[in-house]
């Protein structure tokens, strides 16, 4: 099947400082991607919609500000959290896609442990 | 928006017998239901999924059934393993479009524990 890379796999920063997280389709052309957050022993909680060469669609609840997305092309999209908190810490992970296929199969990340302290 | 309701949330079997996980959706116009297995500190892997032409989906041991106008599907995993001991999430979406189409919302998923 199609691969979806997420990078870093884990991360520990400090309170205040803002990380990146990259999501990419290896194999694939993705103009949508999207951006999960998954609390210990919960769900996946849709967190935005990355759409390339447009602005991202935000669900409710979610500050955009804090959350910053680029997909500045087809195969990458970018989630950065800023002015991180140790209640950011959390699994993030990305899917995709393909871009041909209609609401077919979505790819997941591996995703990134975020640890705030 | 749809919600996608999942029940057991926690469910535990002897290896060999079968484990059926349930959910309902909201949304009429979802079309496309997915089942994905975790594992622990992992991402989610499809497992199976049908789309709303069709009735039921198998694959080997594991099987999935729709219900268009009662608007539930269930999970079946018959002569569970060891190995099938997971967290199991069921999903919904509908086709591309403005209103947030493609975009899966996910069930709040079922810990399945299979006992020797």
């Known amino acids: 099947g199609a691969v979806v890379s997420q990078h870093p796999s884990r991360v520990i920063c400090k309170s205040g400082t803002s990380v990146k997280i990259e999501c990419r389709s290896l194999d694939f052309q993705a103009t949508t991607m999207f951006w999960y957050r998954q609390f210990p022993k919960q769900s996946l909680m849709l967190m935005a919609t990355s759409n390339e060469g447009s602005k991202a669609t935000y669900e409710q609840g979610v500050e955009k500000d804090k959350f910053l997305i680029n997909h500045a092309s087809l195969t990458l999209s970018t989630l950065t959290v800023t002015s991180a908190h140790p209640e950011d810490s959390s699994f993030y992970i990305c899917?995709?896609?393909?871009?041909?296929?209609?609401?077919?199969?979505?790819?997941f990340g591996q995703g990134t442990r975020l640890t705030v302290v | 928006g749809e919600n996608v309701e999942q029940h057991p949330s926690t469910l535990s079997v002897q290896e060999g017998d079968s484990a059926v996980i349930k959910c309902t959706y909201s949304d009429s116009a979802s079309n496309y239901f997915p089942w994905y297995k975790q594992e622990l500190g992992k991402r989610p892997q499809l497992i199976i999924d049908i789309r709303s032409n069709v009735g039921e989906k198998k694959d080997q041991r594991i099987a999935v059934t729709l219900n268009k106008t009662a608007k539930h599907f269930s999970l079946h995993i018959t002569e569970t393993q060891p190995e099938d001991s997971a967290v199991y999430f069921c999903a919904a979406s509908k086709r591309g479009g403005t209103g947030g189409g493609n975009k899966l919302t996910f069930g709040t998923g079922t810990q399945l524990k299979v006992e020797l």
């Open positions: 899917s995709a896609r393909d871009h041909g296929l209609a609401n077919t199969e979505a790819f």
